[in-house]
């Protein structure tokens, strides 16, 4: 054989090992590892590079992973220790969705089910009760602070080790898989002020701004007056001592307010709303496109960036990982529908644009720093916080990758007589 397992000595070694290698018979040409909580591993075949091992860490493990093989369980699994990931967890995803994905007729299940009854599982220490127990109702003003306050208000410090400078918790924009995260974010913040097409004096208008990166720097380098909001009050205070440290307290700011709190027909020039647009909700979105239409004034611009779910790749079966435990009550939904909202609440969609590719390279490189100060995080939360986010970066990577999950920015225009105010061509925005 062009495998081979060492160190097989333990009983229940050597039925995880038969168990296993029946599960996974289909896979080819096999790119990972694994390794049995005696030592012993069974390699990856040569034929392929190993791209991560993935360790047993107790006999329980494989009655706890495949028990009910789904994105939560397995998810829980890891995150409480029972298995771990060494090496490219990206890569482990492909994995991931092979398990999810298993359907076992009545005679497997009986069959796969007795086999792993025989493996012993441990009783589990629970990692502080952290999944998400949200009250109310769903989308509504004070439930939709908890879901934020939840995701968002886990420590300004834990974002920092693993963020950019500014703090931007969005897709980045490159010219190079090669490129820096600080460059491609800063880029990113520019082309959306370029989209915009800010000018001297207007009023901007940032619809969850996390920690005012954008409104920083559309008041810095494009001269407007910008206001940013959100719901997470860390996120509001980091950003008002950014703000001031930056000396740009008289032009921007940054306050805790939900968006349909906001009033005052055609307040703003332009509108831009970046990565919030997940926690909406199908059902609000009639009343987020216009109360964004009411706000703008006529001839005004709204760039709209959000996640989007694909059509033609559903959404893995079964209880959410992400759901329950990163981003409660989060919806994707997929372009067509946002659109179509859109123009149902007044606007007119002038430009679509994918950015799919950017937000993986993000995710990956978000990714390797949170791996590269794995103890920082550690103490600054605890080791089920640091394997939840490794997690849900790295599965949402392999999402954009796989194009399961899609990054779209819609530029809207609230047209003024049917003028939209806009050039016929788009060369400003790579000049």
């Given at each position: 054989m062009a495998e081979h397992v060492v160190n097989l000595m333990d009983e229940s070694v050597r039925e995880g090992l038969a168990f296993v290698q029946d599960l996974l018979k289909e896979i080819h040409p096999r790119d990972f590892a694994v390794r049995f909580w005696d030592g012993s591993t069974w390699d990856a075949e040569p034929s392929a590079p190993t791209r991560f091992t993935l360790v047993l860490n107790h006999p329980g493990t494989l009655r706890r992973m495949f028990l009910t093989p789904n994105q939560l369980s397995l998810g829980e699994a890891y995150i409480y220790g029972d298995f771990d990931i060494e090496g490219d967890v990206i890569a482990a995803f492909s994995l991931g969705d092979f398990l999810c994905n298993l359907h076992w007729g009545l005679l497997d299940k009986v069959r796969i089910g007795k086999r792993l009854m025989e493996f012993h599982t441990p009783s589990r220490t629970d990692a502080g009760g952290r999944g998400a127990h949200l009250h109310g109702l769903r989308h509504s003003r004070r439930r939709d602070r908890q879901a934020v306050t939840f995701h968002y208000n886990i420590s300004n410090d834990f974002y920092r080790l693993w963020l950019d400078e500014r703090m931007v918790?969005?897709?980045?924009?490159?010219?190079?898989?090669?490129?820096?995260?600080?460059?491609a974010q800063e880029r990113k913040l520019d082309y959306i002020?370029?989209?915009?097409?800010?000018?001297?004096g207007e009023r901007l208008l940032d619809i969850g701004c996390g920690w005012g990166g954008l409104v920083r720097h559309a008041a810095q380098y494009y001269g407007v007056e910008a206001l940013g909001i959100t719901l997470s009050e860390p996120q509001a205070k980091l950003a008002a001592e950014r703000i001031s440290q930056a000396g740009l307290a008289g032009r921007c700011r940054v306050e805790v307010r939900d968006y349909r709190e906001l009033e005052g027909d055609g307040s703003y020039d332009k509108l831009v709303s970046v990565g919030m647009f997940e926690h909406v909700g199908k059902a609000r979105l009639a009343e987020y496109f216009g109360r964004a239409f009411r706000l703008l004034r006529p001839g005004g611009v709204?760039?709209?960036?959000?996640?989007?779910?694909?059509?033609?790749?559903?959404?893995?079966?079964?209880?959410?990982f992400i759901e329950h435990y990163v981003f409660p009550d989060g919806e994707l939904l997929p372009v067509?529908?946002?659109?179509?909202a859109a123009e149902a609440g007044g606007f007119e969609v002038r430009d679509l644009e994918s950015l799919r590719e950017h937000y993986a390279l993000?995710?990956?490189?978000?990714?390797?720093?949170?791996?590269?100060?794995?103890e920082e995080?550690?103490?600054l939360t605890d080791e089920a916080t640091y394997r939840i986010w490794r997690l849900y970066m790295a599965g949402s990577a392999h999402g954009f990758w796989?194009?399961?999950?899609?990054?779209?920015?819609a530029l809207l225009v609230k047209a003024a007589n049917g003028k939209s105010?806009?050039?016929l061509s788009r060369a400003d925005w790579y000049a």
């Amino acid at each position: 054989m062009a495998e081979h397992v060492v160190n097989l000595m333990d009983e229940s070694v050597r039925e995880g090992l038969a168990f296993v290698q029946d599960l996974l018979k289909e896979i080819h040409p096999r790119d990972f590892a694994v390794r049995f909580w005696d030592g012993s591993t069974w390699d990856a075949e040569p034929s392929a590079p190993t791209r991560f091992t993935l360790v047993l860490n107790h006999p329980g493990t494989l009655r706890r992973m495949f028990l009910t093989p789904n994105q939560l369980s397995l998810g829980e699994a890891y995150i409480y220790g029972d298995f771990d990931i060494e090496g490219d967890v990206i890569a482990a995803f492909s994995l991931g969705d092979f398990l999810c994905n298993l359907h076992w007729g009545l005679l497997d299940k009986v069959r796969i089910g007795k086999r792993l009854m025989e493996f012993h599982t441990p009783s589990r220490t629970d990692a502080g009760g952290r999944g998400a127990h949200l009250h109310g109702l769903r989308h509504s003003r004070r439930r939709d602070r908890q879901a934020v306050t939840f995701h968002y208000n886990i420590s300004n410090d834990f974002y920092r080790l693993w963020l950019d400078e500014r703090m931007v918790y969005s897709c980045a924009y490159f010219t190079s898989p090669e490129e820096a995260l600080d460059d491609a974010q800063e880029r990113k913040l520019d082309y959306i002020c370029r989209k915009l097409r800010l000018r001297q004096g207007e009023r901007l208008l940032d619809i969850g701004c996390g920690w005012g990166g954008l409104v920083r720097h559309a008041a810095q380098y494009y001269g407007v007056e910008a206001l940013g909001i959100t719901l997470s009050e860390p996120q509001a205070k980091l950003a008002a001592e950014r703000i001031s440290q930056a000396g740009l307290a008289g032009r921007c700011r940054v306050e805790v307010r939900d968006y349909r709190e906001l009033e005052g027909d055609g307040s703003y020039d332009k509108l831009v709303s970046v990565g919030m647009f997940e926690h909406v909700g199908k059902a609000r979105l009639a009343e987020y496109f216009g109360r964004a239409f009411r706000l703008l004034r006529p001839g005004g611009v709204f760039l709209n960036h959000g996640i989007a779910s694909s059509l033609s790749q559903p959404e893995l079966a079964g209880p959410s990982f992400i759901e329950h435990y990163v981003f409660p009550d989060g919806e994707l939904l997929p372009v067509s529908e946002t659109l179509h909202a859109a123009e149902a609440g007044g606007f007119e969609v002038r430009d679509l644009e994918s950015l799919r590719e950017h937000y993986a390279l993000t995710l990956e490189k978000w990714v390797r720093r949170l791996e590269e100060k794995h103890e920082e995080a550690r103490r600054l939360t605890d080791e089920a916080t640091y394997r939840i986010w490794r997690l849900y970066m790295a599965g949402s990577a392999h999402g954009f990758w796989t194009g399961r999950l899609n990054l779209y920015q819609a530029l809207l225009v609230k047209a003024a007589n049917g003028k939209s105010g806009l050039p016929l061509s788009r060369a400003d925005w790579y000049a």
